[in-house]
Structure formats: C-alpha cells, structure tokens
C-alpha cells in the first residue's frame, strides 16, 4: 500500500500498487503509455514507431476500487 497517495474520487488514503495487464498477441505484459495522438497504420494497427513509451503505474482505492493511473517512468528500446 502506498499510504502517501490519496484517492482523487473519494478521499482515501492508502491506495494499492499495481499494474495495467496486456495480453495481446506480441505483448510485453504490461501496458504502456504512448505520447501522441493514436494513429493508425496498416493493417489498423496502432503506429508506435519513434514516439516516446512510459510504463504506466497503477494504483487501486481499496475502498471504492478507482484506479489512479500514472506515466512517469519512460521507457527506453
């Protein structure tokens, strides 16, 4: 639990650490936070190429279950 963070929705403290899961075909696991606006490319898929990538964490209010997410820490590769 992280004590310091306060639920934006109804005011607990003390949200719970976590992480936005992909499963998807070709995936890393995890999801990931891409600077830009979506664009699609060929075959409809998501153009990624070139633009920055942030691991997104996620934090869960164990009272109401909002979910708090943030993209601080940019990837590399």
Not at 25 to 34: K, P, T
Not at 45 to 73: K, S, V, Y
Request: aromatic share 8%; glycine share 14%.
């Amino acid at each position: 639990m992280t004590k310091d963070l306060k639920c934006t929705h109804c005011g607990s403290h003390g949200l719970e650490q976590g992480f936005v899961e992909d499963s998807g075909e070709n995936s890393h696991g995890d999801a990931r936070w891409i600077a830009g606006a979506l664009e699609r490319g060929f075959f409809g898929r998501a153009r990624r190429i070139g633009r920055p990538r942030h691991q997104i964490d996620a934090f869960r209010c164990p009272d109401c279950g909002h979910l708090e997410l943030f993209a601080r820490q940019r990837l590399t590769g």
